[in-house]
């Protein structure tokens, strides 16, 4: 029985419709994340499970029971706010307390509680601390106490790490996956960080336009996206326009413009003469200044654009009609490797490859 | 290398401000600190020497001393007050307005908001007329309604419970309350729905706080609904995720954070409302008067001031009031200043 579940759940605000018919099922001591741009409906779907919006039609379970119409403090979750939503007034202890004195908790079993929740998120000793005097990090530390204080069985986190500078980001993302594991509860989270949800998550449900556009291990999302939305927004995606010329058992024959293309079959239909389009992956491109026979794909180009970020070299590449294609190359050095060593530049004369796998055919 | 130009250039720019503060607000304010210390009065018009500290003994001791208590303590009680009733229908006003399910919400706002909009000294003037006892629009209504047999019947039975219970509180030898009744028992008896709103000192005093919190609630309302709306949802949520009832998120959070947001304010309110001379002066001009005294029953510390400079012609004696209103003036100040952290970066 899966923990958490919504059934064909709307949302209407007015006319404008938040959510549209999103089921999903949520595990048991998953790390699920919602994955998605700003305005896709990813909140409103956590406020939907957190019990602050209800839904205009569908069905919520949490722990198998149903939750529609339950206010949020009846349901077996608790949340963690974007901006942590701390009492400014009260320290830290009587932020993490304020849950277990609403339930008329002895005081000594809250004593106890609370130091245990802020020995968990590394803040013992700073119980009268104010608010203000704490970190960012700090204050999400704290935030993450007063919502694991309750025992929740379900943890929701709306972008918790969205105030919080890139490096410190990168080390609280550790510690809540950590943390996570530890506790073996559920935890949902929302983002519109790629990275976030992909270094975090058990699974990720990508969400555009308050639909589901796929749901999947991380892995699969970014290797199998099975849209052009998916393609486009996790990672970075080339598009080509093909047209679908014959398919064998396993290898799709297209053509881009005159060049004959191989691509692997992966699930999305076609048939012979379909006008569709492909994703590649800038880092599944390979270059060189000779054609390499070996490769299925072999493309010719032109290097219009050279981009360097240290570790990695950005190539915009022209193809025949103007069609550009991104590609990337670690700044890697190979001993065998010399006639490719010499830098490429600006107007170099180049061949690109890439193997059946790495080309994707995507739904539009 | 900055030449000779452009190092005077700057002071140039802050030149007018600063000229401006020194004739309008520095020199005046030392040319009466320098007065205090002065006997300048009608009687040393031409000729007036420098006395020390002889305004201030003056100030607290001999009949002036009475003078000063009865003022200085009216003078508290009104600021107070002021202050209190304006936060009060602020609050009352404040959290209805701050409904969203509130419809015509605009429209009640700008009403409320007329008091603060209308020039002070016009709608004063206008109180002036509506609560003269004799034609006044409040005295008018109240004797129109007193004639009614209704109210009228009303006030006898409000009468006899006012002696009913002056007779037990008497008979328990309790006084004050006894006498407080007894004056009221007397008002009623005598009444016939005129109030002499302006001619009575104790009336009086009422009329011009009722017309003082009348000019300052539409402010404190604001204050108040923007400080409510400061408060970010998400501390509701987040208690309501905690199981906290309505009842204790007002306690726990709207309390407290409107609690912190308002202190300055209800400050500076009472600085403001210390030295309020417009609504005083306007409405009673400080009256009625009481025989034998300089300050009438409705004067306060800077009315009183003015009328011993500009009345009786005591300039030193009223610039030493003034030097004392400004050392409480300036004292509730740095307090407020401490509190709301104006002077740190």
């Known amino acids: 029985m899966s923990h958490v579940v919504l059934k064909d759940v709307r949302r209407f605000f007015g006319d404008v419709e938040a959510v549209k018919s999103v089921n999903l099922e949520i595990n048991k001591g998953e790390f699920f994340s919602l994955l998605g741009p700003s305005g896709c409906g990813k909140t409103t779907t956590l406020r939907l499970i957190g019990g602050f919006e209800q839904p205009s039609s569908g069905e919520i379970f949490i722990c198998g029971e149903k939750v529609n119409g339950k206010p949020p403090y009846k349901r077996l979750v608790n949340t963690v706010f974007q901006n942590y939503a701390l009492f400014p007034h009260m320290n830290v202890y009587d932020n993490v307390a304020f849950g277990l004195v609403q339930k008329n908790v002895p005081k000594e079993t809250i004593k106890q509680k609370v130091s245990d929740i802020l020995e968990l998120v590394r803040l013992s000793g700073f119980e009268k601390r104010r608010i203000q005097q704490m970190s960012g990090g700090q204050q999400q530390r704290v935030a993450l ?67 589901i556009e796929q749901v999947g291990k991380p892995y699969e999302i970014y290797e199998h996206p099975k849209t052009r939305f998916v393609a486009d927004f996790i990672g970075v995606s080339n598009f080509l326009k093909v047209s679908v010329k014959d398919i064998t058992s396993d290898i799709i024959n297209l053509n881009l413009g005159g060049i004959h293309l191989k691509a692997r079959k992966n699930g999305v239909p076609c048939k012979a003469g379909d006008e569709l389009e492909v994703s590649i992956r800038p880092e599944r491109l390979w270059l060189s200044r000779k054609p390499d026979n070996r490769a299925d794909n072999v493309l010719k180009g032109a290097i219009a654009d050279v981009r360097f970020l240290g570790d990695v070299f950005h190539y915009d590449v022209r193809l025949n009609g ?8 670690q700044n890697l050095v190979f001993q065998e490797d010399e006639s490719n060593f010499a830098p490429l530049a600006e107007g170099d004369d180049i061949f690109l490859h890439c193997m059946p796998e790495s080309l994707k055919l995507v739904k539009t | 290398m900055i030449g000779k130009k452009e190092r005077f250039l700057p002071y140039l720019y802050i030149a007018p401000a600063v000229v401006l503060m020194i004739f309008l607000t520095l020199l005046p304010n030392i040319y009466s600190l320098y007065i205090a210390f002065t006997n300048y009065s009608l009687y040393h018009f031409q000729h007036y020497d420098f006395v020390g500290l002889r305004n201030f ?5 001999g009949s002036e001393l009475q003078e000063f208590m009865s003022v200085f303590a009216w003078t508290m009680v009104w600021a107070l007050a002021s202050v209190f009733g304006m936060v009060l229908i602020g609050l009352l006003l404040a959290f209805p307005l701050n409904n969203r399910y509130l419809k015509g919400k605009d429209f009640y706002r700008t009403m409320f908001v007329i008091p603060w909009a209308i020039p002070a000294f016009i709608t004063v003037l206008m109180w002036q007329g509506i609560l003269n006892s004799d034609l006044g629009a409040v005295n008018v ?15 006898g039975m409000l009468d006899g419970m006012t002696v009913f219970f002056y007779n037990i509180f008497h008979g328990m030898h309790i006084d004050f309350i006894a006498n407080l009744l007894n004056g009221f028992h007397n008002f009623l008896a005598g009444f016939n729905g005129k109030i002499p709103w302006l001619d009575n000192g104790n009336w009086a005093r009422v009329s011009v706080l009722i017309v003082n919190i009348w000019l300052g609630f539409p402010f404190m309302m604001s204050i108040i609904i923007g400080a409510l709306q400061a408060i970010p949802s998400e501390l509701y949520e987040a208690a309501s995720v905690d199981g906290a009832t309505p009842t204790t998120q007002f306690f726990a959070i709207t309390v407290p954070l409107l609690r912190s947001a308002m202190l300055p304010v209800i400050i500076s309110s009472f600085a403001f409302n210390f030295n309020q001379f417009g609504s005083i002066y306007l409405l009673t001009a400080g009256g009625p008067t009481v025989m034998g005294r300089t300050a009438g029953q409705t004067d306060i510390l800077v009315t009183y001031s003015y009328k011993l400079a500009f009345n009786m012609f005591r300039f030193g004696l009223a610039c030493a009031y003034a030097v004392f209103i400004f050392i409480i003036i300036a004292s509730l100040s740095s307090v407020n200043f401490k509190l709301t952290g104006a002077f740190d970066d």
Request: glycine share 6%; net charge negative.
């Open chain 2, 141 to 155: 209504l109240l004797m129109g309604l007193y004639k009614i047999p209704i109210f009228h019947g009303l006030f």
């Open chain 2, 57 to 61: 003994v003056k100030v607290f001791s």
């Open chain 1, 145 to 211: 106490a007063r919502a694991l204080v309750n025992e929740p069985e379900v943890l929701l986190l709306d972008e918790p790490l969205g105030a919080l500078d890139q490096k410190l980001r990168k080390s609280m993302q550790v510690e809540l996956k950590q943390l996570q594991e530890k506790l073996g509860i559920t935890f949902i989270l929302v983002t519109h960080d790629q990275e976030e949800a992909l270094s975090m998550s058990d699974r990720i449900a990508v969400m555009n336009e308050g639909r």
């Open chain 1, 322 to 329: 103007n069609v550009h294609i991104l590609v990337s190359r």
